[in-house]
């Protein structure tokens, strides 16, 4: 069972969030999650070498600087580490249990959940990536958990290998995120991703992903000026460069879940793939009764993650009316249940 459990080894008190205390973070299968400041606003690098350029962003009223350290700027792919935690938080705090801001995890399940391989060097890149963001120091005016604040933070205040194999690998990480990003995750400021993210290698394609599932979302569609979609995107590249990377990505039609196309006046278009939308059918509604029921039968998992998955097989399978649709939600996660057991 996953419960916070204290640097001695005890279960936590009444005070859940007290000083020196952390959540083991072994909740199997989370649903990934994502904050969506991160979503909206370039934090990452998409270089792929050492980038140690000082990044400035400001869009209406947010401004944003970041820093990098010696070992330059945290990557996107750096970030996988964050939505790693962010999902096991977020399963924690849907299942009702107690929380930190201090994480337990091993290295080798933060490298299968986000579709990493496990060889030695693997594990050597890994602790780049904490290096990374543990040094990449963000100013910003963000809004996270109803809070605005101009502060200066890095994205995890810090790390440290808890344990390691005798030939000096590490095996588990002790992690404190920043408490810009802990704010974020109690307020459930965050949204859920295909699990397809992690599958896809191209920095510019995960922030064009993010950027689709933050504004797009569900809707029928989002069009953006190439201009905006390159500022929001934070890429280097000038932009006749950006908008042939666009032209490619849409020729080779692997975003998770969005179409993309060129449309006239220089703007780009996503719209949900076939089954997402379909503004004629409305989707069925679940009761709360329902949900509690489904987070009774299946502890431990996001609900709502659980119904967005229902309703994508409802769409899949003939977006048929249903006169009961909290049993045939139920009667779905009672099968469900009998495949994770």
């Known amino acids: 069972m996953n419960r916070a459990v204290t640097a001695a080894g005890g279960a936590l008190g009444p005070d859940r969030h007290r000083q020196g205390d952390f959540f083991l973070c072994d909740v199997f299968d989370a649903i990934p999650k994502d904050d969506i400041a991160s979503m909206e606003h370039p934090l990452f690098s998409l270089a792929t070498r050492p980038d140690r350029r000082i990044l400035s962003y400001a869009h209406n009223d947010t401004q944003i600087t970041v820093t990098p350290s010696v070992k330059g700027l945290a990557t996107i792919h750096d970030k996988d580490i964050l939505i790693f935690c962010i999902s096991q938080l977020m399963a924690a705090l849907n299942a009702g249990r107690s929380v930190s801001r201090t994480l337990h995890l091993k290295a080798h399940d933060v490298l299968v ?10 594990y050597r890149r890994l602790r780049e990536a904490f290096e990374r963001l543990a040094g990449t120091r ?6 996270t958990g109803e809070i605005e604040t101009t502060a200066g933070f ?3 205040e810090s790390w440290e290998i808890v ?4 030939g000096g690998r590490m095996v588990s990480v002790a992690v404190t995120l920043s408490e810009w990003l802990y704010r974020a995750v109690l307020s459930k400021s965050v949204l859920t991703l295909s699990r397809d993210y992690f599958r896809l290698r191209k920095p510019l394609e995960r922030r064009i992903y993010e950027l689709a599932r933050k504004h797009c979302g569900r809707q029928p569609g989002w069009t953006v000026s190439v201009d905006t979609l390159l500022k929001k995107s934070g890429s280097a ?7 042939k990377m666009l032209r490619d990505m849409i020729a080779a ?19 949900p793939r076939a089954g997402l939308v379909d503004p004629q059918v409305r989707p069925p509604v679940l009761s709360e009764e329902a949900l509690e029921e489904a ?24 977006r048929q009316r249903l ?8 009667g779905w996660i009672g099968k469900r249940r009998r495949q994770e057991s």
């Open 113 to 122: 959940a986000t579709n990493r391989d496990t060889s030695g060097d693997a």
């Open 138 to 143: 963000i100013t910003t005016n963000i809004v």
């Open 154 to 156: 890095g994205l995890i």
């Open 163 to 166: 344990r390691r194999t005798r």
């Open 237 to 243: 590249s000038p932009r006749r460069v950006f908008r």
């Open 253 to 271: 039609d692997h975003l998770p879940d969005y179409d993309m196309t060129e449309e006239p006046g220089d703007k780009i278009r996503f719209a």
């Open 295 to 318: 987070r009774r039968l299946m502890p431990g998992w996001d609900v709502h993650a659980l119904e967005a998955e229902w309703r994508g097989v409802w769409a899949r399978t003939g």
């Open 323 to 330: 006169r009961k649709p909290d049993a045939a939600f139920l």
